[in-house]
């Protein structure tokens, strides 16, 4: 059931409103301390929507959502949890998303 939950909630995280896409991304910080290593079965899937187009973000309230939400997976979940999804995500980006996620991974 979680991953249906989830793969429903991805969608929003990606969603072209921002104001919707700021919405989700809050939410989702809400919910990591809950959830905490409950999540481990959906982080590969999480974290590419999280960090995807919202750490690159012009818009300061979805970027500064998505660092919360990066803080947030840092300080509730097993970091060995986010060593593979985070490395895979910080080859691939530019720019203020991949400075972002390499000092993360330091």
């Given at each position: 059931?979680?991953?249906?939950?989830?793969?429903?909630?991805?969608?929003?995280?990606?969603?072209?409103?921002?104001?919707?896409?700021?919405?989700?991304?809050e939410?989702?910080?809400?919910?990591?301390?809950?959830?905490?290593?409950?999540?481990?079965?959906?982080?590969?899937?999480?974290?590419p929507?999280?960090?995807?187009?919202?750490?690159?973000?012009?818009?300061?309230?979805?970027?500064?959502?998505?660092?919360?939400?990066?803080?947030?997976?840092?300080?509730?979940?097993?970091?060995?949890?986010?060593?593979?999804?985070?490395?895979?995500?910080?080859?691939?980006?530019?720019?203020?998303?991949?400075?972002?996620?390499?000092?993360?991974?330091?």
């Amino acid at each position: 059931i979680l991953f249906q939950i989830f793969d429903a909630f991805k969608s929003r995280l990606h969603d072209s409103n921002s104001k919707v896409n700021q919405v989700a991304l809050e939410t989702m910080h809400k919910m990591i301390p809950l959830l905490k290593d409950n999540l481990s079965p959906v982080i590969n899937m999480l974290i590419p929507a999280i960090v995807d187009n919202n750490l690159n973000s012009k818009n300061p309230g979805i970027y500064a959502a998505a660092t919360n939400v990066i803080q947030a997976l840092c300080q509730h979940l097993d970091n060995y949890l986010l060593l593979q999804p985070f490395c895979t995500k910080a080859q691939f980006l530019n720019g203020r998303a991949k400075q972002d996620l390499t000092e993360r991974l330091a």
